[in-house]
């Protein structure tokens, strides 16, 4: 493997573990193409964390989007990540306009507030997880596959989002976010500032009970389409849905409390459920 590529996959092992773990076990082909992708996609995430002010956020932002226009010229700025996508890009169908996409889409992670409601916050997962699934696909396998699984791609994005942003929660409210939509904490009479102060009151723990539980049956609907044959060659991207249903059974309790507990799955049983996937040809 080149060395950029080495750097950026020991940068994804610390911030985006799940997705390292897919990368180990799928073909080498595969696995540079979405190391390119997966390693924008941290750089991008990352942002919201390491900035102290939205101008600066979007300073990033901008610095990410001239980077990617100057890729097709053979310009890196000599960033690991760039110059990854630099050799991949070539051979592929996707534009610096589509990583453009990605880079906009976390212009709501700079921007902060809440999702008013479930279609506040699927929109900016469609924009984030969902358009990063569905260039994936492009990427690993072809256009005409990833326009066809479209639907169960952000059902599964969704679904993944989902179970990231409860596992996520105790980290974001101590940076004073909450990325459960509003209408849902209303419903079960969250006050944020519980939430933000690290108190969990029943109202809380059925919120995520609900929400684990859209997670759970939107990775159902979406297994109907993406664990047939047809799917086959966009698995590499499909990978990390394998591990999911083990994030979800402690979400699902009706008295796990994220300030007391962490979700957290041994590696070896992450580890198998991947290679059984690779192995099975379907999640």
Same mark, same amino acid.
């Given at each position: 493997m080149k060395a950029s590529f080495a750097r950026v996959l020991e940068e994804l092992k610390t911030f985006d573990h799940d997705r390292y773990l897919s990368l180990l076990v799928m073909d080498a082909a595969a696995r540079e193409k979405l190391?390119?992708?997966?390693?924008?996609?941290?750089e991008l995430a990352r942002i919201r964390e390491l900035v102290s002010e939205p101008m600066l *956020?979007?300073?990033? %932002?901008?610095?990410?989007?001239?980077?990617?226009?100057?890729?097709p010229q053979g310009e890196t700025r000599g960033h690991d990540v760039a110059e990854?996508?630099?050799?991949?890009?070539?051979s592929s169908s996707l534009s610096a306009d589509d990583l453009i996409g990605l880079i906009d889409g976390r212009t709501r992670d700079i921007e902060g507030g809440l999702f008013h409601d479930f279609n506040d916050l699927d929109a900016y997962v469609s924009e984030t997880a969902g358009l990063l699934?569905?260039?994936?696909?492009? %990427?690993v396998a072809n256009d005409a596959l990833a326009a066809r699984l479209s639907s169960a791609l952000e059902k599964a994005a969704r679904a993944f989002?989902?179970? *990231? &942003? %409860?596992?996520?929660?105790? &980290?974001h409210a101590s940076q004073g976010t909450v990325m459960l939509p509003h209408t849902l904490l209303e419903a079960h009479e969250v006050e944020l500032e519980d939430v933000v102060n690290g108190i969990a009151r029943p109202g809380l723990h059925a919120a995520m009970q609900e929400m684990a539980g859209k997670a759970r049956d939107l990775l159902d609907d979406a297994r109907e389409v993406l664990a047939t044959k047809e799917a086959r060659p966009a698995l590499p991207v499909l990978l990390p849905l394998a591990t999911l249903p083990l994030y979800l059974q402690p979400l699902l309790r009706a008295d796990y409390n994220p300030f007391k507990e962490r979700v957290e799955v041994p590696a070896f049983r992450l580890q198998w459920r991947l290679l059984r996937a690779q192995w099975r040809g379907r999640i």
């Amino acid at each position: 493997m080149k060395a950029s590529f080495a750097r950026v996959l020991e940068e994804l092992k610390t911030f985006d573990h799940d997705r390292y773990l897919s990368l180990l076990v799928m073909d080498a082909a595969a696995r540079e193409k979405l190391i390119a992708l997966y390693g924008l996609n941290a750089e991008l995430a990352r942002i919201r964390e390491l900035v102290s002010e939205p101008m600066l *956020g979007e300073i990033r %932002l901008q610095w990410w989007r001239e980077t990617v226009e100057l890729i097709p010229q053979g310009e890196t700025r000599g960033h690991d990540v760039a110059e990854c996508l630099a050799q991949v890009l070539p051979s592929s169908s996707l534009s610096a306009d589509d990583l453009i996409g990605l880079i906009d889409g976390r212009t709501r992670d700079i921007e902060g507030g809440l999702f008013h409601d479930f279609n506040d916050l699927d929109a900016y997962v469609s924009e984030t997880a969902g358009l990063l699934m569905r260039l994936g696909v492009r %990427l690993v396998a072809n256009d005409a596959l990833a326009a066809r699984l479209s639907s169960a791609l952000e059902k599964a994005a969704r679904a993944f989002a989902y179970a *990231g &942003f %409860l596992r996520a929660l105790p &980290f974001h409210a101590s940076q004073g976010t909450v990325m459960l939509p509003h209408t849902l904490l209303e419903a079960h009479e969250v006050e944020l500032e519980d939430v933000v102060n690290g108190i969990a009151r029943p109202g809380l723990h059925a919120a995520m009970q609900e929400m684990a539980g859209k997670a759970r049956d939107l990775l159902d609907d979406a297994r109907e389409v993406l664990a047939t044959k047809e799917a086959r060659p966009a698995l590499p991207v499909l990978l990390p849905l394998a591990t999911l249903p083990l994030y979800l059974q402690p979400l699902l309790r009706a008295d796990y409390n994220p300030f007391k507990e962490r979700v957290e799955v041994p590696a070896f049983r992450l580890q198998w459920r991947l290679l059984r996937a690779q192995w099975r040809g379907r999640i």
